[in-house]
T-cell receptor
Framework: AQTVTQSQPEMSVQEAETVTLSCTYD???????LFWYKQPPSRQMILVIR??????QNATENRFSVNFQKAAKSFSLKISDSQLGDAAMYFC????????FGAGTRLTVKP | NAGVTQTPKFQVLKTGQSMTLQCAQD?????MYWYRQDPGMGLRLIYY???????DKGEVPNGYNVSRLNKREFSLRLESAAPSQTSVYFC?????????????FGEGSRLTVL
């Protein structure tokens, strides 16, 4: 079974600075998708960014970008120019047939 | 745009009682999922349904049953609730086309078992 590991239960960043959240996964498959989801206190799950495993180019969405290292099975999320609204739980997820999530990283943004 | 709708949003049960969480999506998605979320453990997959008429176990299926009633609806049933099933439950469906792979989530259902 696939596993997703987020080794940082909590992270903190100063407003306007950059922070990187780590994620590793374990799989024997070659074709899959990776995701980062954000969950603010409202409990809503919001897609931040998506990466297809067959694409070598790292995905970017405005201030959010990933560092996808397929051989190392690593998928980190970089948030640039952090804003107060970025404070939330962040979940890394892996999808092949089903979708598995990591335990999450709570991000605090300091003004 | 309704998306994924879950009911009820809150429920308190006594140990041994049964209940069904309802989920419906209006996006014509084939795949649907049930997760539970507990502090420090992220979202854990209970069951999923890749298409109408099929269901498969996820990571934590014990104590639960599911029904894929039709393409729109995927219900989760607790036959005899236990305090360990106190959690927030999320239903999700998987997109197709340009959104292939992305899950769309309901707002969650908070269940407390006393």
């Amino acid at each position: 079974a696939q596993t997703v590991t987020q080794s940082q239960p909590e992270m903190s960043v100063q407003e306007a600075e950059t922070v990187t959240l780590s994620c590793t996964y374990d799989t024997s498959e070659s074709d899959y998708y990776l995701f980062w989801y954000k969950q603010p206190p409202s409990r809503q799950m919001i897609l931040v960014i998506r990466q297809e495993a067959y694409k070598q180019q790292n995905a970017t969405e405005n201030r959010f970008s990933v560092n996808f290292q397929k051989a190392a099975k690593s998928f980190s999320l970089k948030i640039s120019d952090s804003q107060l609204g970025d404070a939330a739980m962040y979940f890394c997820a892996y999808r092949s047939l089903d979708m598995r999530f990591g335990a999450g990283t709570r991000l605090t943004v300091k003004p | 745009n309704a998306g994924v709708t879950q009911t009820p949003k809150f429920q308190v049960l006594k140990t041994g009682q049964s209940m069904t969480l309802q989920c419906a999506q209006d996006m014509n998605h084939n795949s649907m999922y049930w997760y539970r979320q507990d502090p420090g453990m992220g979202l854990r997959l209970i069951y999923y349904s890749a298409s109408e008429g099929t269901t498969d176990k996820g990571e934590v299926p014990n104590g639960y049953n599911v029904s894929r009633l039709n393409k729109r609806e995927f219900s989760l049933r607790l036959e005899s609730a236990a305090p360990s099933q106190t959690s927030v439950y999320f239903c999700a469906s998987r997109g197709t086309g340009t959104n292939t792979g992305e899950l769309f989530f309901g707002e969650g259902s908070r269940l407390t078992v006393l």
